[in-house]
């Protein structure tokens, strides 16, 4: 455990060093938040329907989104990538650490890391004048802050299957872009899940990328009782569990039929 917890503090070293970049994200975040929050405010002056959620709570849904967007998998850790392809991955074979959490702390870190930066930013300038609101109540702030960290496993746990895909593939964008399209759209982070129709529900509601973002957020804003929370944190955590085996799996299948430098 020493191994992963140190390469997890050595990565995140790295990306602390890139304080410009957050903030060019922060500012980034903070310009579509408010062009998205105009579009549903049109929405809601223009139709007389009931919402799934208030606008008080669609806004601070809106705004979690921005501060939590690189929880989405949007990509798989490039060094890792650079490391199958030029076969630099045989020394991380010989490391006396398991492959695959080695690069699960690598990526935790890459999740985890540039959140912080960009988030407290966020919420310290969009409380105040923008109109998100802070969680319901205590109970509800800390059930958020361990849906939260299940969220960054299952991100985590979702970008090893693209980071494994590479040993099948020469290039692997394919499969890292199409993962990231579909996160997108089926956590939330495009449309919040309660505006899509009721037929999808079902649907997003079993697939794991809900706990990405929806989950999270919608126990935030207060959308989901405490007493409805520790079902979804199962969902979050089972799904996990499910793709890490997963992954696991199809890792040792790949690293058989690994060939480097022809042999």
């Known amino acids: 455990m020493s191994a992963y917890l140190s390469t997890f503090q050595a990565r995140g070293r790295v990306l602390l060093q890139y304080r410009e970049a957050a903030l060019a994200g922060v500012v980034t975040q903070l310009f579509w938040g408010g062009i998205r ?3 549903y405010e049109a929405f809601y002056r223009s139709s007389s329907a009931a ?7 669609t806004v601070t849904y809106l705004w979690l989104i921005q501060a939590m967007l690189l929880l989405v998998p949007w990509r798989v850790d490039p060094e890792a990538a650079a490391s199958i392809r030029d076969g ?5 074979m010989v490391r006396p650490a398991d492959l695959y959490w080695y690069w699960f702390s690598r990526g935790l870190a890459q999740r985890v890391l540039p959140v912080l930066m960009r ?3 966020i919420f310290i300038i969009a409380m105040p004048f923008f109109g998100m609101q802070a969680p319901v109540s205590a109970a509800a702030a800390l059930a958020w802050v361990a849906s939260i960290g299940a ?8 970008t090893m299957l693209a980071t494994i895909s590479l040993l099948w593939s020469v290039a692997g964008d394919g499969v890292s872009r199409l993962l990231a399209t579909l996160a997108s759209l089926l956590s939330g982070s495009v449309v919040p899940l309660p505006f899509y129709p009721d037929w999808a529900q079902p649907v997003l509601n079993a697939l794991p990328f809900r706990g990405l973002m929806d989950i999270p957020f919608r126990v935030y804003t207060g959308d989901v009782t405490l007493g409805q929370w520790l079902p979804l944190l199962g969902h979050q955590l089972i799904w ?18 690994l060939v480097v430098q022809g042999g």
């Open 151 to 158: 969220a960054a496993l299952l991100s985590c746990a979702i």
């Open 240 to 257: 996990t569990a499910v793709l890490v085996l997963i992954g696991r799996w199809l890792l040792a299948r790949g690293l058989r039929r």
């Open 88 to 92: 630099s991955v045989a020394y991380e």
């Open 51 to 57: 919402q799934p959620m208030s606008y008080a709570q």
């Open 37 to 39: 929050i105009m579009i």
């Open 119 to 121: 988030a407290a930013p």
